[in-house]
């Protein structure tokens, strides 16, 4: 990396460090618009299997859908404009677009200004600029086409990968908040200094504000920071080793079968059952299977949790896991 991100804490900062409890809709799309129009020797491999699948499912109209985010917010850009992850899609998606679509002009007008310092900008986003309501309004339904159509029938991998993060930051705090910090994948704490590789130098003084620090599962480079100092300071940052299952140990396979001791070893981190199949690529019927019979064995719990029921290691099974 060319530069280096640098977030300036306070004593005050410390009070208002936030950890985001879900996966954001919003910067999840823009993100895995990135992971599908980069080059495929630059996604990692635990995305290629999400890439070729959204591939699969890209039609004509969806194609355009993604130039048009892409003009916005190409994967190679130092920057692109703040306006399109509003702090409201913490709420979800639809606060998310219902924040996006609401975009003042002078705010459009600003950040496209920014944006075309880095860059040239296609000729349409003069109109944007411009503070054309209808041609936002088609970047906020091509946001909501693209996470309902390419990310939503895998969000219970992300949003499994994301709480299995957050597990382990809140973990990490057991030794503090310093402690938390300088666990983060991809970044260095030095008190009062936390920095990571970035596409450039970029500063970031928090001034008594706070941070709200979002675990992405599709964030495959840098971190991604927030850029305009008048807005809460966000970073959103890449997952360490998540999307692809470890191979079971040696032991397993003969006393509980290859498949169920894949099933047991993924669930080193709590995971749904469609989360499960996505991530082993089985059978949701074939993954209900084996996790009734661990279940039944007591190596593995499970919990309901709204639409989800959600399935963690026991005990024994932990201890079945490292034997």
């Given at each position: 990396?060319?530069?280096?991100?640098?977030?300036?804490?306070?004593?005050?900062?410390?009070?208002?460090?936030?950890?985001?409890?879900?996966?954001?809709?919003?910067?999840?799309?823009?993100?895995?618009?990135?992971?599908?129009?980069?080059?495929?020797?630059?996604?990692?491999?635990?995305?290629?299997?999400?890439?070729?699948?959204?591939?699969?499912?890209?039609?004509?109209?969806?194609?355009?859908?993604?130039?048009?985010?892409?003009?916005?917010?190409?994967?190679?850009?130092?920057?692109?404009?703040?306006?399109?992850?509003?702090?409201?899609?913490?709420?979800?998606?639809?606060?998310?677009?219902?924040?996006?679509?609401?975009?003042?002009?002078?705010?459009?007008?600003?950040?496209?200004?920014?944006?075309?310092?880095?860059?040239?900008?296609?000729?349409?986003?003069?109109?944007?600029?411009?503070?054309?309501?209808?041609?936002?309004?088609?970047?906020?339904?091509?946001?909501?086409?693209?996470?309902?159509?390419?990310?939503?029938?895998?969000?219970?991998?992300?949003?499994?990968?994301?709480?299995?993060?957050?597990?382990?930051?809140?973990?990490?705090?057991?030794?503090?908040?310093?402690?938390?910090?300088?666990?983060?994948?991809?970044?260095?704490w030095q008190d009062p200094v936390l920095s990571a590789p970035y596409p450039h130098?970029?500063?970031?003084?928090?001034?008594?504000?706070?941070?709200?620090?979002?675990?992405?599962?599709?964030?495959?480079?840098?971190?991604?920071?927030?850029?305009?100092?008048?807005?809460?300071?966000?970073?959103?940052?890449?997952?360490?080793?998540?999307?692809?299952?470890?191979?079971?140990?040696?032991?397993?396979?003969?006393?509980?079968?290859?498949?169920?001791?894949?099933?047991?070893?993924?669930?080193?981190?709590?995971?749904?059952?469609?989360?499960?199949?996505?991530?082993?690529?089985?059978?949701d019927s074939s993954v209900s299977g084996h996790l009734k019979i661990l279940r039944?064995?007591?190596?593995?719990?499970?919990?309901?949790?709204?639409?989800?029921?959600?399935?963690?290691?026991?005990?024994?099974?932990?201890?079945?896991?490292?034997?």
């Amino acid at each position: 990396m060319a530069g280096t991100l640098r977030i300036h804490f306070s004593d005050r900062d410390f009070l208002h460090v936030q950890f985001a409890k879900s996966p954001d809709p919003i910067w999840e799309a823009i993100l895995a618009l990135h992971v599908l129009t980069s080059p495929e020797p630059r996604v990692p491999v635990r995305l290629r299997p999400w890439r070729r699948r959204a591939r699969h499912r890209t039609g004509t109209e969806l194609r355009r859908t993604c130039r048009l985010l892409a003009d916005l917010a190409p994967p190679d850009a130092a920057y692109w404009p703040d306006f399109l992850t509003p702090v409201e899609s913490e709420d979800g998606l639809a606060a998310g677009l219902d924040a996006l679509r609401a975009t003042s002009a002078a705010r459009l007008a600003g950040e496209l200004r920014v944006a075309a310092h880095h860059r040239n900008l296609p000729a349409w986003t003069r109109r944007l600029a411009a503070g054309d309501r209808g041609l936002l309004g088609q970047v906020a339904d091509a946001v909501r086409d693209f996470h309902t159509r390419l990310i939503f029938p895998d969000w219970g991998e992300v949003h499994s990968a994301v709480a299995a993060e957050r597990a382990l930051r809140l973990d990490a705090l057991d030794g503090g908040l310093g402690a938390l910090l300088a666990s983060l994948p991809a970044f260095t704490w030095q008190d009062p200094v936390l920095s990571a590789p970035y596409p450039h130098d970029h500063v970031l003084r928090l001034r008594g504000r706070g941070l709200r620090l979002i675990p992405s599962y599709f964030c495959h480079t840098t971190p991604v920071a927030i850029v305009d100092p008048r807005l809460p300071p966000v970073v959103v940052y890449p997952l360490p080793h998540c999307g692809s299952a470890p191979a079971p140990a040696p032991h397993l396979a003969p006393l509980l079968g290859a498949n169920r001791a894949r099933v047991l070893t993924a669930l080193e981190n709590t995971a749904t059952t469609g989360a499960l199949a996505a991530r082993l690529s089985m059978p949701d019927s074939s993954v209900s299977g084996h996790l009734k019979i661990l279940r039944e064995a007591g190596l593995i719990e499970s919990s309901r949790s709204g639409q989800q029921v959600h399935h963690r290691l026991t005990g024994r099974g932990r201890a079945l896991l490292g034997a």
